[in-house]
């Protein structure tokens, strides 16, 4: 017997009152899981950078409320897209000896456009593309799935490069848009979704450049927000359990809720890429997440130096 039937059956509960009681105070969520989200930390075997993010993983794991893991929202070295062997090997080296020295947390990776390793005489090298970033990052696929403390996380490839593998746009190509809607189709509708990409499905962060305002009409780089935003949207909206969709990628700090999901931009661990610990408006910094059972999720954006 539940308090309410008690005081019912006791008669002291008025009936007026009950049905205000029925109403779920916002107190009565529970804490599904707290994890860090860490991204765009560019390293390189600079000092700076190898000191830096040790210093991050160090301010995130000695929280007195600590995250059970890592979500790396991608550009975890500093580039790989136009850059010979050797200087890719550098980069990860530089961040795997920080992550086996500074670090004890699990790390779920994404995919970055920093990531990828487009050096053009290096077309026949089987690492080549995405495959050595994915070696890394100990993952079989550039997308995928995954369940944890009862949130269903979905990890997007969102860099889809151009015909000669020189520059990129955002969006999901046309097998991974298939494998999304499935996975959707498939997932309990009463189990809350976070979806992570690297470049923002929707985001306020690309209206910080004015130069992008050209004969009076905004024009938004495909390579900034998804190309495929509209169709994303639209693909949400059947599924009012896509509860949030985190990215990176902009180095800039916002939150724009639309239809029910939470849109939420990171920051960067590397700020101005190391330059300097400030881009535009944002510090250089790392986010606690805390996603709650009823779908809400809140975010904790800290600077670490
Ligand atoms: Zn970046």
Redesign the pocket.
């Known amino acids: 017997m539940n308090r309410r039937t008690l005081l019912k059956s006791a008669g002291l509960l008025p009936l007026v009152a009950a049905a205000d009681s029925m109403a779920a105070p916002a107190a009565a969520r529970k804490r599904s899981v707290r994890f860090a989200y860490i991204g765009?930390t560019?390293i390189t075997a600079e000092t700076k950078p190898m000191e830096h993010v040790a210093k991050c993983f160090h301010h995130l794991q000695n929280q007195a409320d600590k995250p059970a893991f890592i979500l790396h929202g991608g550009?975890t070295i500093m580039d790989a897209l136009g850059q010979d062997r050797d200087k890719v090997q550098k980069q990860w080296d530089a961040w795997n000896t920080v992550v086996k020295a500074d670090n004890s947390l699990p790390i779920e990776y994404c995919i970055?456009n920093?990531d990828v390793w487009g050096y053009e005489q290096a077309k026949t090298d089987p690492q080549y593309g995405k495959k050595w970033a994915l070696d890394q990052m100990k993952l079989n696929e550039r997308y995928r799935s995954f369940d944890r403390n009862g949130w269903h996380f979905i990890v997007l490839d969102s860099v889809q490069l151009t015909p000669e593998n020189k520059w990129y746009t955002g969006h999901i190509d046309p097998e991974q848009l298939a494998w999304l809607k499935a996975d959707l189709a498939k997932t309990n509708s009463k189990t809350p979704i976070l979806l992570m990409s690297h470049i923002p499905i929707v985001s306020a962060t690309v209206f910080y450049d004015k130069s992008n305002i050209k004969n009076g009409n905004w024009q938004i780089p495909g390579s900034w927000n998804h190309t495929d935003a509209a169709e994303l949207i639209e693909l949400f909206y059947q599924y009012p359990n896509v509860k949030t969709a985190l990215s990176?990628?902009m180095?800039l700090l916002d939150r724009v809720d639309y239809n029910g999901v939470a849109y939420m931009c990171n920051g960067?661990v590397?700020g101005n890429w190391w330059t300097n610990d400030t881009y535009h408006q944002t510090k250089a910094g790392y986010a606690l997440m805390d996603l709650y059972d009823d779908g809400t999720v809140e975010r904790t954006y800290l600077q670490y130096i």
Do not use: Y
């Open positions: 765009d560019h550009d970055g920093h990176g990628h180095h960067a590397s």
